[in-house]
């Protein structure tokens, strides 16, 4: 108790340095807290369900020759067939994607995102608090559903949700129960979910050669419960019995078929978030943004330990006289290392108490959620992690920042510290220059980091994906009515001057809702079979887009061989095939012109084969972490049984009229479609949309770099106080002697010149080989070399101007002080 005592008198004694200390540990102990709710959430992913260690997602591997594709989707009876052959399975659950749904009740509408089908088993595999209804048998009954608090809020209002009925085009649903808002760490989001009997209802059970086709497609999420601790492989070793029996039979009926395999991959729920590489899986996390955010919160921690450390060790000569005088009075070694380990666990201390209201200002003031796209929250009392983590990183941080000057002052001779002539030896200068040049390496990476993600950002932005994504509306067809009459409303809508053009695709949605995979435009995969250069016919996966009549010429896309689809060739809509230069690649084919011609089928289907008449330029699908794919673009009117969905309607509109023109399509569809609400969807936000983690990493990366230059800059301050303290009679000297100002600056700032070139010197190759590695995500990427250049000339010049500006505001003082109150004696 004396020696927290004293160490309150000795920061009430020395404000200035107590200030610099404890805003410095303070930043780094919010940003602690910060990031530890942040990795807290990302490391117990889908783990607040109580079955969690007992749950296994199933995935599909498909082999057709020559490729393997792996697939998050399995086919809706492969779950059942796999309980019957599986006694282990204790239960399933089939979710599949329902999309947009608009709810009528009463007189007004309500467009209502991520709905999905859930088989009734939903609820006693996965956790989920009821506020209403009956977990059991809320998702029993068809056209049964379950909303979320918030969703049955925005619906009902203050009436009570359970049994209110709602409506839909095709349906009128029973609300059965109400259950709480997700957490954001749960991969699997949803607004509510509709009884998967409502899409099985009134049809008869499959048959066994429909349950054998059915198997080999893929269209729902599928999960399993099994017993603790059981092992998969028990599954993985007898599957092929399975296969053998259900599967492999429909191979005598799909010669194309006939070397295929297939095998489930039962993947632990925990592991989904992070681990998955499958495809149109939903959005997961990646772990390097995890672990970068890790590895810079303790580098900020570090930061701001130096900055303590460098403070009192270079104040030791003011300490002397003070460690003299215990030593004489018989204060031992170990009393005087326990004094000042005790003013460095009181200055940690009330840093915690400053850092706990900066976080709670950020989260509940600035709202620092929004920016992490997180729900964190300081519940002390129910999380223990952060009220034991943030208090033993504050003792851990004391104790560490507090053991070298503790041990460098008590060490203090008592004929030196008497005298007050106290020399700090090479040893300590160069340690604590050398943890000055480790501050400046941590700041001067993390800007290069934070300005080489902002420049692959902006590429990505600004890349041509060969299309024109900018001022394309989006306009969903809900009534089939409507989808019967778009020749005569595209044709209407080009009538207005705004407009450049109008189309029809099925690849666009107004909403990114339930949205798989990374796919801004697109189809999805279906199993074909293409002409390959020596005429032989390739069974493989390929990408499909299914369009409208004149999509290319709407968005721009370029045909670099061949025609477009011609309205008045009978056989285009029909039989006409639109393909990419990656397919040409792919398939072998000389060039372009090569592929005009070329056969295409559907596997398993025979007659007339569709015919490749064009080539477009390769054009971005999906976003620009995946390589552009062999694409197969086809008319929706031919393979409409593929897509099962209405087209949307596509609309360029000239730049600089996007919302005169928005305006028009408003007032346009209340007269051709009266029955339901206007919605729309902007392309280029959806394509925003894709890189929203790597936005987000990349804002966080620079709120993190801010907040390293204010600690360093802190840690600056102190120490060129103490400089220039200490060669106060020196500048004195040189003043009379004639040296200008401007010397007199210099010669202060020098040595912290010469170590933020150190640190920069390190800091530029590191950062460097740090983005390569961040960039391995990505298919297409900035020029690296290039761009290195120029962020590090701009961290490097960022990182002297701000050292310059801190260190002159002592040494510009005490440059300008009269030298006759610098060279007196007494």
Not at 146 to 165: D, I
Not at 592 to 601: R, T
């Amino acid at each position: 108790m004396k020696n927290l005592i004293y160490a309150l008198r000795v920061l009430l004694k020395n404000k200035f340095y107590a200030f610099l200390n404890i805003f410095g540990l303070a930043l780094g102990l919010a940003v602690s807290i910060i990031i530890l709710l942040y990795v807290q959430s990302d490391l117990t992913f889908d783990k607040h369900h109580n079955k969690w260690d007992q749950v296994y997602r199933i995935e599909s591997k498909f082999y057709i020759p020559p490729k393997n594709d792996e697939f998050a989707l399995t086919s809706i009876a492969l779950p059942e067939t796999m309980q019957m052959e599986f006694p282990e399975i204790q239960s399933f659950t089939r979710v599949q994607s329902a999309g947009q749904l608009l709810f009528r009740i009463e007189d007004k509408n309500f467009y209502v995102d991520d709905m999905y089908f859930a088989d009734s088993a939903m609820f006693n595999i996965f956790t989920h608090e009821f506020i209403q209804g009956d977990p059991r048998t809320a998702l029993v009954e068809p056209r049964s559903l379950v909303l979320t608090e918030s969703t049955a809020k925005r619906l009902f209002g203050n009436q009570p949700p359970l049994n209110q009925l709602v409506k839909t085009d095709q349906n009128t649903f029973t609300v059965k129960g109400v259950i709480k808002d997700l957490p954001d760490n749960v991969h699997l989001t949803f607004n509510g979910l509709i009884s998967y009997s409502t899409l099985t209802s009134g049809q008869p059970p499959m048959n066994a050669q429909q349950r054998m086709s059915q198997l080999w497609n893929i269209g729902t999420y599928s999960y399993v419960l099994l017993p603790k601790n059981y092992d998969v492989n028990n599954i993985y070793n007898r599957f092929h019995e399975v296969f053998d029996q259900y599967m492999a039979p429909i191979r005598q009926f799909a010669p194309s078929l006939r070397e295929a395999s297939f095998e489930p991959r039962l993947v632990p729920l925990n592991e989904i978030h992070f681990n998955s590489k499958v495809q149109y899986d939903l959005a997961t996390g990646n772990k390097a943004y995890t672990q970068s955010f890790m590895a810079i919160g303790i580098f900020v921690l570090i930061l701001a330990s130096i900055n303590y450390m460098n403070l009192a060790t270079a104040r030791a000569t003011k300490r002397s006289k003070e460690v003299g005088i215990k030593k004489v009075l018989g204060s031992t070694k170990g009393k005087l290392v326990s004094q000042f380990l005790s003013e460095s666990i009181l200055i940690t201390f009330c840093s915690l108490l400053l850092a706990v209201g900066l976080v709670y200002l950020l989260i509940y003031g600035v709202n620092i959620n929004e920016l992490l796209g997180k729900q964190l929250s300081l519940d002390w009392f129910n999380n223990p992690l952060l009220l034991f983590g943030s208090l033993g990183i504050t003792i851990i941080l004391g104790v560490l920042s507090g053991l070298y000057p503790a041990f460098y002052l008590s060490a203090i001779s008592v004929i030196n510290a008497m005298k007050g002539s106290v020399k700090t030896g090479p040893g300590s200068t160069f340690m604590r220059k050398g943890l000055v040049a480790f501050q400046f390496f941590v700041s001067i990476g993390v800007v290069i980091a934070t300005l080489l993600m902002s420049n692959q950002i902006s590429y990505m932005r600004n890349k041509d994906l060969g299309f024109n994504k900018d001022n394309v509306i989006i306009i969903p067809t809900r009534d089939t009515l409507v989808s019967r009459r778009l020749e005569v409303i595209q044709n209407e809508l080009r009538e207005n001057p705004n407009i450049i053009d109008v189309t029809t695709t099925t690849g666009l949605s107004a909403s990114n809702a339930n949205s798989v995979g990374n796919r801004l435009i697109g189809g999805g995969r279906q199993v074909m079979m293409v002409e390959e250069a020596d005429t032989t016919m390739k069974t493989d996966t390929y990408n499909l887009m299914f369009i409208g009549e004149n999509f290319v010429n709407a968005m721009e896309m370029e045909l670099i061989a061949g025609r477009d689809f011609d309205e008045n060739i009978p056989t285009d809509p029909t039989q006409g095939v639109l393909v990419n230069e990656a397919m040409v690649a792919y398939q072998g084919w000389a060039d372009p012109e090569d592929a005009i011609g070329k056969k295409v089928q559907p596997a398993g289907q025979q007659g007339n084969p569709s015919r490749v008449i064009g080539v477009v330029k390769d054009f971005n699908a999906f976003s620009l972490h995946v390589k552009v794919e062999p694409t197969l673009i086809l008319r929706y009117e031919r393979f409409g049984t593929l897509t099962q969905v209405n087209p949307s309607v596509v609309v360029h509109a000239k730049a600089g009229t996007l919302q005169q023109t928005l305006n028009y399509l408003e007032n346009k569809y209340d007269e051709l479609d009266p029955s339901h609400p206007f919605e729309y969807g902007l392309l280029d936000t959806q394509a925003e949309n894709l890189y929203k983690s790597d936005k987000r990493q990349s804002r966080l990366t620079a709120s993190l770099s801010y907040i390293c230059i204010i600690i360093s800059c802190l840690g600056l301050l102190g120490l060129s106080s103490y400089t220039t303290a200490t060669r106060i009679k020196e500048i004195g000297v040189r003043k009379v002697l004639g040296a200008t100002i401007p010397q007199l600056v210099y010669l202060i700032f020098r040595d912290i010149m010469l170590l933020v070139i150190v640190g920069f010197a390190i800091a530029a190759p590191i950062a460097y080989l740090l983005i390569e590695e961040w960039l391995q995500v990505f298919q297409y990427t900035m020029d690296l070399p290039t761009a290195i250049i120029s962020a590090a000339a701009i961290a490097g010049i960022l990182a002297l101007l701000v050292a310059f500006l801190t260190v002159s505001f002592h040494s510009l003082k005490a440059a300008q002080q009269n030298p006759v109150k610098a060279l007196r004696y007494e």
